[in-house]
């Protein structure tokens, strides 16, 4: 396997800690489709991974993608190599594979549908004025902690039911879930939110919660026969939580400081909220990439772009490196709501995985900027983010930003 510069190893924290990471994938780019990287200690391997392939380009990270059979999630989506009932535990069905995982999508489909998003409208727009006012009059905050907020958070557990009480818990496990990823203690994090989603569901099942419709929705939900268990419930419960909190996050705060970087297609923007929602979304989606990447693991020895690549090796896509591909996005680095067409993989390449809360996130989006362009039409950021240095979300710890007091 040949030798790539540590500065161009993802897999390393140093390469997220520099200034310009894209312009290191850029770099990969243009080298070649395909580049070996060595992976360093993790709590599960001291001595260090086994290493992985990174795809790089578009067309590729698409293919990869698609192609379940050859290219599969089951062995984990994650870079660092699990036990199987740690990757079912991180991912249920986001780490399944082919029949069991049709199966699976299809029962969930029959419930976090476009309907059961439009109906959580009014209560998106209810936390949406709630998380601006809380700091309209103060003219200057930090966008992220005091305006975003708790919104995603609080829009997932409406969704799911949860009781205001525990909302707090279970958002302080989801962060711990997150931060430390693929560690024992992210591990106990999520086996802690499995075990409360299970009394959950356990009530629903009992009917003593009124609250708890979408989770009795499920139980309910049948396909050729089959429901799914209470475990199974919990499972994908966990992946709601963590799936849906930090990546509408990450879209609304990193969507906030490209708004500011292009003030003309801000300007669109407001002129024009509506009409132009729907691309403006789809565009900053692209150009933020809130997901960074997710792995596959070749079923058969296998080619990628003439590349050999071996029965059992590990297949990273860099969403983030897709999504500022030249070679297929023209004038991939700029925010411009006038193209053509909504060409991007941040919510995956378009393969049987792709993302179940794309509605849901759009959707979120629209309506928090909506709100935010009307009681504080002036905001603007006024200093630097702070970005998270992850190798998976592509997120902001801070950004500062001024207004004039509502
Ligand atoms: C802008 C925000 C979001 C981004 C960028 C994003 C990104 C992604 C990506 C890239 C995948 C594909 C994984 C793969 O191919 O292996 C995915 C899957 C998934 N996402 Fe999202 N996501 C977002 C918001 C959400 C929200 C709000 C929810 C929850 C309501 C959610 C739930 C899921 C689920 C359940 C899957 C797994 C689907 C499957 O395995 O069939 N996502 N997401």
């Known amino acids: 396997m040949e030798d790539i510069t540590q500065a161009h190893n993802p897999a390393l924290p140093e390469f997220w800690l520099q200034k310009d ?36 380009r578009y067309e590729d990270v698409v293919e990869v993608s698609r192609d379940q059979e050859t290219f599969t999630s089951e062995n984990g989506t994650e870079i660092v190599d ?18 069991a995982h049709a199966h699976h999508r ?23 004025r709630r998380c601006i006012d809380r700091v309209a009059d103060r003219g200057s905050c930090d ?66 919660s009124d609250s708890a419709s979408f989770l009795r929705k499920l139980l309910s939900a049948q396909v050729d026969g089959e429901r799914m268990s209470d475990h199974e419930i919990a ?10 909190i930090e990546t509408t996050a990450t879209s609304i705060g990193q969507g906030m400081y490209a708004l500011s970087l292009y003030p003309e297609q801000r300007r669109r923007w407001q002129e024009d909220f509506q009409q132009l929602a729907p691309r403006a979304v789809e565009e900053i989606v692209r150009w933020v990439t ?20 071996a029965k059992g090796d590990k297949v990273v896509m860099w969403y983030t490196s897709a999504n500022r591909d030249e070679s ?9 709501f006038s193209r053509a067409e909504d060409r991007h993989v941040a919510f995956g390449g378009g393969g049987p ?54």
């Not at 009480?165 to 990823?181: F, Q």
């Not at 499972?235 to 849906?244: D, E, K, S």
């Not at 935010?372 to 200093?383: K, M, S």
Request: hydrophobic share 45%; aromatic share 10%.
């Open 143 to 208: 966008f992220m902690q005091d305006i975003v907020g708790d919104f995603p958070a609080q829009i997932i557990c409406e969704l799911l039911g949860v009781p205001v009480d525990d909302r707090d818990r279970l958002v302080a496990l989801t962060g711990t879930a997150l931060s430390a990823y693929g560690t024992a203690e992210a591990y106990n994090a999520v086996l802690e939110i499995i075990a409360y989603a299970e009394q959950l569901v356990a009530q629903a099942r009992a009917q003593v």
């Open 290 to 309: 809130p997901v960074r990447y997710f792995r596959r693991t070749a079923t058969r020895d296998a080619e990628i772009a003439g590349q050999p690549i």
């Open 21 to 56: 990471p894209d312009s290191a994938f850029a770099d990969m780019r243009h080298e070649k489709a395909v580049h070996w990287h060595d992976e360093p200690a993790s709590d599960w391997f001291p001595e260090g991974g086994r290493g992985f392939w990174s795809v790089v």
């Open 106 to 128: 299809a029962i969930v489909n029959r419930v976090l549908t476009p309907r059961t998003v439009e109906a959580l409208s009014d209560t998106i727009r209810v936390h949406a």
């Open 235 to 244: 499972v994908f419960f966990a992946l709601l939580v963590t799936a849906g």
């Open 328 to 336: 297929v996005i023209d004038r991939a680095w700029e925010l411009d």
């Open 82 to 99: 699990m036990t199987p009932e740690m990757v079912h535990i991180f991912g249920g069905m986001l780490n399944m594979s082919g029949a």
């Open 353 to 406: 995985h792709f993302c179940l809360g794309a509605v849901l996130a759009r959707k979120e989006m629209t309506i928090f900027f909506d709100e935010l362009f009307t009681r504080l039409p002036d905001i603007e950021v006024c200093g630097e983010p702070e970005r998270l240095h992850s190798n998976f979300v592509n997120g902001l710890a801070a950004l500062p930003v001024r207004y004039t007091p509502a």
